[in-house]
C-alpha cells in the first residue's frame, strides 16, 4: 500500500490527487471498502505470543468493558417495579428493503439469527412471559406464531419462512398484533417489538389512529431499525413509551435487541399490587395417550395436566385453553424473581490501587478460585462486591450477574454471621 | 441567564446560549458603539434572531436617556410573527427581572388585508382591493358625506378611532398582528390605523422590507423616523434584488388598454364635476399653483402610497403648469399611453438608456422630463379631486404614471429594455416594455443615509467582501460566523460522477445528453432507497426541471422511484404548490416518504423549510446561473462591470452559489435537526465555484466528499444516516463546548480578561 501511494503522488494528474486526499482523510480508520468486511477478517484476530505460537487475541477486556457499560447505562437502582409478565409480539420486516445485503449476508438472515438469540434469551430472562412472531410482507402483516412460552417452536417456525418481497406495512402490522394482545389479561403487559428494514410503510388508512389505539390499550412499541431514523417510527416509540434504536452493524444489532430482553419497569397504573390466580400443574406420567388441549391431537406422554380442569397441556408457561387458568411452574416464578432484587454492580479495582494496598488483596477470585494475576504475574484488572469486599474476576463479575444473580460472597457472608456472632 | 458585554447588561431569556450567539452579540454591539452599519453572517438555527433582539433591546435598556429605535424588517408575515413572539419571550424575561423600567412598546405593522377586522372589507380576498374597500368607507369625502346621509356606510372601526383621536394609544407591550387585532375588537379600534400612528412612537417596530426599500410606501410610513434607530435586515441574502425590484417596472400590452379605459373613465367623472361642482377642480389648480408641499396636510386616510422616487426638492417645486388642469394632464397622459403603444408594436428587441428615452418621448409627443416626474404625484391629486375610491380598478394608470415618474427622475443606473416576445416562447408574441434598475444601491441609498446604524444579516452572505460593493455602502463590522455543533450533523458532498464514472453536469452543451439525464435518475433512485422520510431536489429552472422529469418518465425511471416515495413537483402556481407542500408533508408524517421536485430561485427555495424529517437530503441538480441570455441581466452584468467593477463570472457565480445555498440550506433548521446535501454537478469541485459557499457549509465538506460518484455517495449517506440515529448528547461532551451557561461566560470573560466583571 505505501509503495503505491508513493508511486501514485509522483503523478501529477488530478484525479489520483484527489483520490489519495481521500485515503488520507479515512486514514485514521479503515478504508471505506475495508470497512463492510472488517468482521470477516479473521486472520487479523491471532497473535503471536512469546513463544512464537499463534493464539487467539485475548479480547476478554474488551468485551467486560462492553458488558460493564451495558449494565450501568441501565438504572440499576433497586426496586423499580418490573413488569414480569410480558406478552411480545416479535414483528420482522420481510419487506424487499430486507433483502438489501449492507448486512452480510442479507439482512433478513442476519436479522433472523439475532432473532433467535434474542428469543432464547427473553425466555431465559423472563421464564413467566410469551412470546409471538409476526411477519410483514407484500404490504400485510401475517402471523406466524402465536403467543406461547416454547422457544423452540418460535425459532423453528422462524427459520422455515425466509423470504423476502413487497413492501412493508407498519399499520396492518400494528392492527394485527392489536387485535391479538387486546385479548391479553390486563396483569400483563403487552410489547412489541419491531425489526423493521424498510424505511417507508404503505398503510391502508390513517396509521396515527392506530398509534393513538395502541396508546390507549398500553401497548408498548419498540423499533429496531436497521438503516435509517424514519419519523413514524420515532413517533409510535415516543407515543407508546417505547425505545428506538437503530443498528449500526451487526453487534451493535444483537446489543440493541438484547436491551429488550430484561423486563421494562412497570406502566404506572398497573403498578399496583394485584393477585393472579395461577396453577401449578403436574407433569403427566410417560407413556400415557391423551389428547392435547392445545394442538387438538393426541400425544404420547410429556405434557402437563391443569390442576382445575385436568386438560393437558404441552408446555408451561401457557394458559389452560380450557378453563383459561394461568399455568406456570414454580421455577419460572424463582428465576424472574431476580428482576425485583438485582445485585449492585460491582466497583472495578485498578491494578494501581491493589499495589497500594498489597495485604488486602487475596490471590485468587472468591467465585472460581482462579488466580487474579495476569500471566507474567502482573496484576490484571478485578472487581470487588461493595457489599461483602470479595474480589473476583471478570468473568466471574459476568457470570454472577447475567446468570447466577446472587453474590457468592453475600451469600456466604449471611450464612457465616451467626458463627462470627457466636465468636464475639 | 444575564451577563455584561462590555457596559451593557444583556439580557437573553434562555439558560444558555451558543457560543457564536455571544460573538455576534460581541460584534453587533461594536457596529452599534460606532453607530455604524454591520454585515453579519450566521447560519441559520443558531438563534440568529434572539440575538439580535436581546442585544438590541438591552443596548436601549442601557441607554434610557435616548434609547435607540429597532426597526426590523422581515421578509414574510410569518417571519414577522416568529420574530414577535421571540420578542415577547425576551420582553417578559426582562420585565421579571427589572420591573416597569423595562417596559417597551414593540409591535408588528402589515398592510390592511393582514390587520382589517371589517368583516366586510376583509373578505374581499386581493391586497389591493382589501385597500380599496378600505378606502370606500374611509376617505374622508365618503366619511363627510355620510356625516349628512345616514344611509353612507362607513367603517365603525375607523370611526371610533377617529373620535378618541390621538389618545388612542397602546399600553406598552409586545403586539404579534393577531394581537393587535384582539385589542382592535376589544376597544371597537381599527387595528390598521392605530398601528400606522403607534409605529412612531413604538420601541420595536416589525414589518416588512417594503416599508423601508419600495420608496411609494416608505415614505408615508417611515418618513417619521428618527435618526438614532437600529435597522435591521433579517434573511438579506436577496436583498439587492427587492431593491431593484422596487425600481422596477414593466408595462404590457393589457397594462396599456387598462391605462386607456381608465383615463375614459376619469374624463367622465372630469366632466360631470364639471357639470356640477367646477369649484373643485378650480381648488386643485390653486392647490397645485402652491406646490405639492401641503400633502402632509391630508387626512391619514386619503394618503396614498407616494411618490416613487425620492429626491426631497420634489416636494417643494411647483407642478409644472400644464399639466395643472385636469383636462391637460389627462391629454397627456393619454399620449404618453399612445407613444407606449407604439413602441410595443416593434418587432426587434430594443435597448436604450434612459436619457434617450426621455428625448424620444419629448421630441415624438412633446412630454419632457420635468413633466414625466411629475406624472404621478399629479394622478394622486386627481383622483382625491375627483373622489375615487375605488383605487384597485386605477392600478393600470398607476403603473403607468410610476413608470413615467422613475423615468423622469432618474438619469444613471436604469435600462428600457423592449422585447416583442419571450426569449423562450419565440413563437407567442408578448411584447413588453421594461424599466429595469441595475444599481441596488439606490433603493437602500436613503436608508444608509438616514438611519445610524443598519445590520444586514442572514444565513448565506458569502462571499461577504460582495455585499458592500453591491449595495454601495462602508460597514463598519462585516463577519462570518460558524456554527458550533456537537456532531456533524450536515453532509455536504459534491458528486461530481454518475454511476458509470462519466461527468454530470447541467452545463448546457451537456444538460440533454441522455446519459447525464440517466445519470441523475439513477442518483435520485439509489437516494431515495437508502433515505428515510422527506427528500428535496432542487433544479436549475422549470423548463429543465420539465424536460428531465419527462425523460425519467420514459425511461421508467421515475415509476421506479414512485415504489419508493411519492413524488411532488412544484409549480409556478402558488395554490398548487401549496397544496402539493402540503400533501409531500403528510407523506412524510405517516411514513411512506415523498420526493419534492423544486425550482432554484422558486418560491420553495426561498420560503418554505424543509426541517427534521421533511428534509433529510436535498439534491442540488446543476448549479443554479441565472438564464444568462436575458437582456434585463445582461443589462445589468454591463452596468456592474462598468459601474463596481465586478466582473461578470464572478458576479454570476455568487449569484448561483448564494441560490444554492439557500437551497441546500433548507435541510437545516436547529442544531438538533440533521440532513445532507448532494451537489450534483462537476462544476461544483472547481475552487472558484465551492468558495463561495457561505462557511458553515465549507467546513464540513470534508476533502473526501469532493469529488464522488454514485455508489460512494449512497454508501456515504448510508452510514451518515446510521450515525446521526444514534442517542447524543445535546449540551456537547466534555471536548466541544456548544452550549455555554451564565458560569461559562463568566468565566470565560475573566479568563481572557475580556474586561472586568461588574457583578
Known amino acids: 500500500m505505501n509503495n503505491s501511494k508513493g508511486k501514485r503522488s509522483n503523478g501529477d494528474e488530478h484525479e489520483d490527487e484527489d483520490d489519495e486526499e481521500e485515503d488520507e482523510a479515512n486514514g485514521g480508520g479503515l478504508e471505506a471498502w475495508e470497512r463492510a468486511y472488517a468482521d470477516e477478517r479473521s486472520w487479523e484476530s491471532l497473535q503471536e505470543d512469546e513463544s512464537g505460537l499463534l493464539r487467539p487475541i485475548d479480547n476478554k477486556a474488551t468485551y467486560h468493558a462492553q458488558y460493564r457499560r451495558r449494565i450501568r447505562s441501565t438504572p440499576s437502582t433497586a426496586r423499580i417495579q418490573k413488569g414480569l409478565i410480558r406478552y411480545l409480539y416479535i414483528v420482522v420486516d420481510l419487506s424487499r428493503a430486507a433483502s438489501e445485503m449492507d448486512f452480510k449476508p442479507s439482512r433478513m438472515a442476519v436479522v433472523a439469527k439475532n432473532v433467535e438469540a434474542f428469543i432464547r434469551e427473553f425466555f431465559d430472562q423472563n421464564p413467566l412471559s410469551q412470546l409471538g412472531l409476526v411477519f410483514v410482507k407484500d404490504g400485510v402483516a401475517q402471523c406466524l406464531t402465536e403467543l406461547g412460552g416454547s422457544p423452540d417452536s418460535h425459532i423453528k417456525a422462524l427459520m422455515g419462512k425466509l423470504e423476502c418481497s413487497g413492501e412493508a406495512s407498519l399499520q396492518n402490522a400494528l392492527e394485527l398484533v392489536y387485535g391479538y394482545l387486546k385479548q391479553v389479561p390486563s396483569y400483563g403487559h403487552r410489547e412489541v417489538l419491531i425489526l423493521y428494514s424498510a424505511l417507508s410503510t404503505c398503510d391502508p388508512g390513517d396509521i396515527m389512529e392506530t398509534i393513538q389505539q395502541c396508546k390507549k390499550s398500553k401497548i408498548r412499541c419498540s423499533v429496531v431499525g436497521l438503516s435509517a431514523e424514519i419519523f413514524i417510527c420515532k413517533h409510535l416509540c415516543q407515543e407508546t413509551g417505547g425505545l428506538y434504536s437503530i443498528a449500526l452493524d451487526e453487534s451493535h444489532l444483537k446489543e440493541l435487541l438484547l436491551e429488550h430482553a430484561p423486563p421494562p419497569p412497570a406502566i404506572a397504573e398497573f403498578a399496583i399490587a394485584s393477585l393472579i390466580k395461577m396453577g401449578f400443574p403436574q407433569r403427566a406420567a410417560e407413556g400415557v395417550v391423551s389428547i392435547c388441549s392445545c394442538h387438538k391431537e393426541p400425544k404420547v406422554g410429556g405434557g402437563y395436566t391443569c390442576p382445575r380442569c385436568k386438560a393437558r397441556v404441552c408446555e408451561l408457561p401457557t394458559e389452560c385453553c380450557v378453563c383459561g387458568l394461568t399455568l406456570v411452574s414454580s421455577p419460572h416464578l424463582a428465576r424472574s424473581y431476580h428482576h425485583l432484587f438485582p445485585i449492585t454492580l460491582f466497583s472495578e479495582v485498578s491494578p494501581s490501587y491493589s499495589s497500594k494496598q498489597q495485604q488486602r488483596i487475596p490471590k485468587n477470585c472468591f467465585g472460581c478460585q482462579q488466580s487474579l494475576l495476569n500471566p507474567g504475574n502482573k496484576p490484571g484488572l478485578f472487581v470487588a462486591c461493595p457489599k461483602c469486599s470479595q474480589f473476583f474476576c471478570l468473568d466471574c463479575d459476568i457470570y454472577i450477574h447475567e446468570s447466577l444473580h446472587n453474590c457468592p460472597g453475600c451469600e456466604s457472608l449471611r450464612h457465616s454471621k451467626p458463627v462470627i456472632d457466636a465468636e464475639e | 441567564m444575564k451577563f455584561q458585554i462590555e457596559e451593557v447588561t444583556v439580557y437573553f431569556p434562555y439558560d444558555n446560549i451558543y457560543p457564536e450567539q455571544y460573538s455576534y452579540m460581541v460584534e453587533l454591539k461594536r457596529a452599534l458603539d460606532a453607530k455604524g452599519h454591520a454585515l453579519l453572517e450566521m447560519p441559520t438555527g443558531t438563534g440568529k434572531t434572539i440575538a439580535l433582539l436581546s442585544l438590541i433591546t438591552s443596548y436601549s435598556l442601557s441607554k434610557p436617556s435616548n434609547p435607540p429605535k429597532l426597526l426590523y424588517c422581515t421578509r414574510t408575515v410569518h417571519e414577522m410573527e416568529k420574530t414577535l413572539a421571540e420578542l415577547r419571550r425576551l420582553h417578559s424575561y426582562q420585565v421579571s427581572l427589572l420591573g416597569t423600567s423595562a417596559n417597551y412598546l414593540a409591535l408588528g405593522l402589515s398592510s390592511r388585508k393582514n390587520l382589517c377586522i371589517n368583516p366586510s372589507v376583509v373578505s374581499t380576498e386581493s391586497r389591493d382591493s382589501v385597500d380599496a374597500a378600505c378606502r370606500k368607507l374611509t376617505a374622508s369625502w365618503v366619511r363627510a358625506l355620510a356625516m349628512e346621509n345616514p344611509n353612507v356606510k362607513t367603517c365603525e372601526f375607523y370611526e371610533n378611532y377617529e373620535k378618541v383621536g390621538s389618545e388612542a394609544i397602546l399600553p406598552p407591550g409586545v403586539y404579534t398582528l393577531a394581537d393587535l387585532k384582539v385589542f382592535g375588537k376589544e376597544k371597537g379600534w381599527c387595528p390598521y390605523f392605530l398601528a400606522r400612528h403607534m409605529v412612531q412612537y413604538a420601541n420595536v417596530v416589525v414589518y416588512s422590507y417594503q416599508y423601508l426599500l419600495d420608496p411609494k410606501v416608505a415614505a408615508i410610513i417611515s418618513k417619521e423616523m428618527q435618526r438614532e434607530s437600529v435597522v435591521v435586515f433579517d434573511e438579506a441574502h436577496n436583498i439587492d434584488n427587492v431593491c431593484i425590484e422596487a425600481l422596477s417596472v414593466s408595462v404590457r400590452r393589457q397594462t396599456l388598454e387598462g391605462a386607456s379605459r381608465n383615463l375614459s373613465r376619469m374624463a367622465q367623472e372630469i366632466d360631470r364635476f364639471k357639470a356640477t361642482d367646477a369649484g373643485r377642480l378650480r381648488a386643485e389648480y390653486n392647490r397645485l399653483v402652491d406646490g405639492l408641499a401641503q400633502r402632509g396636510n391630508l387626512p391619514i386616510t386619503d394618503t396614498w402610497l407616494s411618490n416613487p422616487a425620492l429626491p426631497d426638492d420634489i416636494l417643494k417645486e411647483a407642478v409644472p403648469g400644464n399639466i395643472r388642469r385636469a383636462e391637460h394632464f389627462l391629454s397627456h397622459l393619454r399620449r404618453l399611453v399612445q407613444y407606449l403603444k407604439g413602441r410595443l408594436q416593434t418587432e426587434n428587441v430594443e435597448k436604450e438608456g434612459l436619457v434617450a428615452f426621455v428625448a424620444s418621448i419629448y421630441t415624438q409627443v412633446g412630454i419632457d422630463q420635468k413633466m414625466l416626474r411629475f406624472c404621478y404625484d399629479r394622478l394622486h391629486s386627481l383622483m382625491l379631486t375627483l373622489e375615487i375610491t375605488d383605487t384597485d380598478e386605477f392600478l393600470h394608470i398607476q403603473t403607468i404614471c410610476d413608470f413615467a415618474t422613475l423615468v423622469g427622475t432618474y438619469t444613471r443606473g436604469f435600462s428600457i429594455i423592449i422585447e416583442p416576445f419571450d426569449e423562450r416562447m419565440p413563437h407567442i408574441p408578448d411584447p413588453v416594455i421594461q424599466l429595469c434598475c441595475h444599481d441596488a444601491s439606490l433603493a437602500i441609498k436613503p436608508v444608509f443615509d438616514r438611519f445610524q446604524s443598519v445590520v444586514i444579516t442572514s444565513g448565506t452572505l458569502s462571499p461577504i467582501d460582495l455585499y458592500p460593493r453591491l449595495l454601495n455602502f462602508n460597514p463598519v463590522v462585516s463577519h462570518s460566523f460558524k456554527m458550533s455543533l456537537t456532531r456533524d450533523c450536515i ?76 413524488v411532488f413537483i412544484e409549480t409556478p402556481d402558488v395554490v398548487e404548490t401549496t397544496l402539493a407542500l402540503d400533501n409531500y408533508r403528510r407523506a412524510c408524517d405517516c411514513g411512506r416518504g415523498a420526493v419534492f421536485f423544486s425550482v432554484a430561485r422558486g418560491k420553495v427555495a426561498e420560503g418554505i423549510d424543509f426541517d427534521s424529517h421533511y428534509g433529510r437530503l436535498v439534491i442540488m441538480f446543476g448549479v443554479p446561473f441565472q438564464y444568462t441570455l436575458s437582456r434585463i441581466l445582461l443589462a445589468r452584468l454591463e452596468y456592474l462591470r462598468e459601474t463596481f467593477q465586478i466582473k461578470e463570472g464572478d458576479f454570476l457565480t455568487f449569484d448561483a452559489l448564494r441560490q444554492a445555498a439557500q437551497c441546500v440550506g433548507r435541510v437545516i433548521r436547529s442544531k438538533a435537526d440533521y440532513g445532507m446535501m448532494i451537489f450534483a454537478d462537476k462544476r461544483y469541485s472547481r475552487h472558484d465555484k465551492r468558495s463561495k459557499l457561505p462557511g458553515w457549509i465549507l467546513s464540513h465538506l470534508r476533502d473526501a466528499h469532493l469529488n464522488l460518484s454514485t455508489d460512494m455517495a449512497v454508501h456515504i449517506a448510508r452510514e451518515f444516516l446510521r450515525k446521526m440515529a444514534q442517542p447524543y448528547d445535546k449540551a456537547g461532551g466534555s471536548g466541544r463546548k456548544t452550549l455555554l451557561s451564565q458560569e461559562d461566560l463568566e468565566k470565560m470573560m475573566t479568563n481572557g480578561n475580556i474586561q472586568e466583571m461588574l457583578f
Open chain 2, 491 to 566: 453532509c455536504p458532498m459534491v458528486l461530481t460522477r454518475g454511476s458509470d464514472q462519466l461527468p454530470v453536469s447541467t452545463k448546457f452543451d451537456m444538460r440533454s445528453d441522455p446519459g447525464v439525464v440517466r445519470n441523475y435518475g439513477r442518483l435520485l433512485l439509489e437516494m431515495v432507497s437508502v433515505v428515510p422520510d422527506g427528500v428535496v431536489c432542487f433544479f436549475v429552472s422549470y423548463s429543465y426541471m420539465d424536460g428531465i422529469v419527462n425523460s425519467w418518465n420514459e425511461t421508467g425511471i421515475l415509476k421506479e422511484i414512485m415504489q419508493q416515495k411519492l
